[in-house]
């Protein structure tokens, strides 16, 4: 069946090849095979993406690789039925497709709705998996069935298709805050504080429950971290019908055998099977205002029911019920009874932004193991890594923590926890609902690597510092102090002239900026975003990012700026910005102004960028609502051709030397940070003389 082709204009062309956006214009100009536009639209022309990516695979340029470049294509294609049926439905039908495509082994390309449809009742007679979602929309299904078939090509399996479209969900707008998985490193530390693939060695076979399975996140993440996912039992609760059938879908394109696969729609987990290896499950998430610490902390205790001897179970929920001080008596009672009863292992307090989607929401951990070993009986280990950034280390040296106390409990000699302390359950209960964290100074922060290499580091950011001002002072050696032979005018002070003016006389480009919505903002994105919190140096630069497809697909008429383009913000307060490698959105109210090289009387970005920042009037007051004139009114001086050159020159320079410092200043605030942190803890002194 013929698909209409997924369409690319230039930036798309560039962020899919990952190049800047003049390299494909180059591109367009020296290779006289480069594809033709297919359509147009104002000032903006579109390629057929298929074309595109034969031809960006048959010259080698660019410096994406060939699977990728087939994998992003597809799931561009995916976005304009995304907003023509709706995310939640064209992912429901896709993974049907693909998980058909795996049942039967056949190809869904030049398929018919009836065809479909028969190949569904006959591989899923029961309708577990994919019958209903196809019987609903068959007309739909065929059609997307080719672009099913594009992602199993460039992904080479229905499993890895359906695994690219779920890490992708949230392009095509499914992973709102009710569908979103957890942050990639804490779903890493799940799998390795769960330590699955061990407990597949030891037995032979797992059996991993989820009662809360939402999208399947965790239960996958358990499944692939196990060599043979074939000898994996699944018991899973949902209660969204839609989402556990897609759940359903999803762990049987992973490996998990149909009979070994058990999806309750709703709350509850099989009955008859009460005795799984491990529970993994991130408590459904609740609005402050009505979330229930008690409610809370009775789900982890029905978790807690489940296990038998040996059995573990890794929960992460809401920190005000699980680690917070707690007020209610009946509260307390309950956190005090699971302490009481020896099922509590470990408690993390997790940094903030476990849950992407809720940036306010803190969470933390909590493993339950039943009839821990002797010397873990009676005490619970405490953790904070709440200041730490939940990188591949700290989330190493954590999990490590957890699995030696799990296997060791407390011994002399031993492993000496990083990031908590082993805390008697007695006197957490006599504490009567204080918080759950690590008294005093815990021996992480004495012990950790960190902590034991602190004086080593501060050496070697002294001797960068000596390195950096020895850079300043050859610089100045070979170049004189700085003098800047800025002086007194005599001549007649320069003309004046316009914003406005030197647009309208094709000196100055404007670049609009755009309204980009915060739900698609995502650090991960190819596109930096520049918006008033970057100009103005609230966030940090490349901080705030945007998908390349979606902002293609979101965002149609969105230009990048090019290398020079001058971003500037008159709100809340006015500032500049000069973007020297090009390729990013601007975010409204931000807007851009773009030199002209080739103009008469040509500014460049610096000198542009000094005269706006300096103008008078480009501000406004506090109290006021809007600044006193808009750019386009804003006076500039009409410096002479040679004068901005060698103004550009001084700023150069200025910025050179600049540069020089801020290294040295670097290594001062990296210094003071580590002799903070070491005399905090008590792990630096400063000796006498």
């Not at 470990?346 to 932004?353: D, E, I, Q």
């Not at 090019?562 to 090009?582: A, L, N, Q, R």
Request: hydrophobic share 40%; with cysteine; glycine share 8%.
């Amino acid at each position: 069946m013929p698909q209409t082709p997924a369409l690319l204009s230039l930036s798309d062309i560039a962020a899919l090849a990952r190049v800047q956006r003049p390299v494909v214009s180059t591109w367009r100009r020296r290779y006289p095979d480069f594809p033709r536009p297919v359509a147009a639209e104002g000032n903006r022309a579109w390629f057929d993406g298929r074309e595109v990516t034969a031809w960006l695979t048959a010259t080698g340029l660019g410096n994406t690789p060939d699977d990728d470049l087939r994998a992003e294509l597809a799931l561009h294609g995916l976005i304009h039925h995304a907003g023509e049926i709706g995310a939640e439905r064209l992912v429901s039908l896709l993974g049907s497709l693909l998980c058909l495509r795996q049942l039967d082994d056949k190809p869904l390309a030049e398929t018919t709705a009836d065809s479909l449809l028969d190949r569904a009742e006959r591989m899923d007679f029961d309708d577990e998996f994919v019958l209903r979602e196809l019987r609903d929309a068959p007309e739909t299904a065929a059609r997307i069935a080719p672009l099913a078939e594009e992602l199993v090509e460039a992904a080479y399996t229905p499993a890895g298709a359906h695994e690219q479209l779920m890490a992708s969900r949230h392009r095509l707008g499914l992973a709102g805050p009710s569908t979103a998985p957890l942050a990639t490193e804490v779903r890493r530390l799940i799998v390795h504080v769960a330590d699955p693939a061990q407990r597949a060695l030891d037995r032979g076979d797992l059996t991993v429950a989820d009662p809360h399975a939402c999208c399947g996140d965790l239960l996958n993440d358990i499944v692939t971290a196990v060599d043979a996912p074939s000898a994996v039992g699944v018991l899973a609760a949902e209660r969204r019908e839609g989402l556990a059938r897609l759940v359903r879908r999803r762990l049987l394109l992973t490996g998990v055998e149909e009979l070994d696969l058990d999806v309750r729609i709703g709350v509850e987990l099989e009955e008859r099977i009460t005795d799984p290896d491990l529970v993994v499950t991130a408590l459904p998430y609740r609005a402050g205002e009505t979330r229930s610490s008690l409610e809370v902390l009775e789900e982890v205790e029905a978790i807690g029911d489940l296990l038998g001897p040996g059995r573990t179970a890794v929960i992460v929920g809401p920190a005000d019920a699980l680690v917070d001080e707690l007020t209610s008596p009946a509260t307390v009672e309950v956190r005090s009874r699971l302490l009481g009863s020896g099922l509590v292992e470990s408690v993390v307090r997790l940094p903030g932004g476990a849950d992407p989607y809720r940036p306010g929401y803190d969470c933390a951990l909590w493993t339950l193991t039943r009839e821990p070993v002797d010397k873990a009986r009676g005490y619970v280990l405490l953790c904070d890594v709440s200041g730490e950034e939940l990188d591949g280390d700290v989330r190493a040296r954590l999990a490590e923590d957890i699995l030696l106390w799990r296997a060791e409990g407390a011994s002399s000699g031993g492993h000496a926890a990083r990031y908590g302390r082993a805390v008697p359950v007695k006197e957490l209960q006599e504490r009567f609902g204080a918080p759950l964290v690590p008294p005093g100074p815990s021996e992480a922060r004495r012990l950790s690597r960190t902590a034991d290499d602190r004086p080593a580091l501060i050496a070697e950011a002294e001797t960068r510092l000596s390195e950096a001002a020895e850079r300043c002072r050859t610089h100045t050696a070979t170049h004189g102090s700085f003098r800047s032979g800025l002086m007194r005018r005599v001549a007649d002070a320069p003309a004046r002239t316009t914003v406005g003016a030197l647009v309208s006389q094709r000196r100055l480009a404007q670049v609009r900026g755009h309204r980009i919505s915060p739900e698609h903002l995502d650090r991960r994105g190819g596109i930096a975003v520049l918006g008033p919190e970057e100009i103005l140096g609230r966030a940090p630069r490349g901080s705030r990012r945007v998908d390349r497809v979606l902002l293609a697909a979101e965002y149609p008429h969105a230009s990048l700026t090019e290398p020079g383009d001058v971003v500037y913000t008159t709100s809340p307060e006015f500032g500049t910005v000069v973007d020297d490698e090009g390729g990013s959105v601007v975010a409204f109210p931000a807007r851009a102004l773009r030199p002209v090289p080739d103009a008469r009387r040509p500014l460049t970005p610096r000198v542009l960028a000094l005269l706006l920042a300096t103008a008078p009037g480009g501000g406004r007051s506090p109290s006021a609502v809007r600044a006193a004139r808009s750019v386009e009114d804003t006076p500039l001086p009409e410096l002479p051709p040679a004068e901005v050159r060698r103004l550009d020159a001084l700023l150069a320079e200025i910025e050179r030397r600049r540069a020089l410092l801020d290294a040295q200043y670097a290594e001062l605030d990296e210094i003071l940070g580590l002799a903070g942190a070491g005399l905090s803890d008590g792990t630096l002194t400063v000796p006498g003389t």
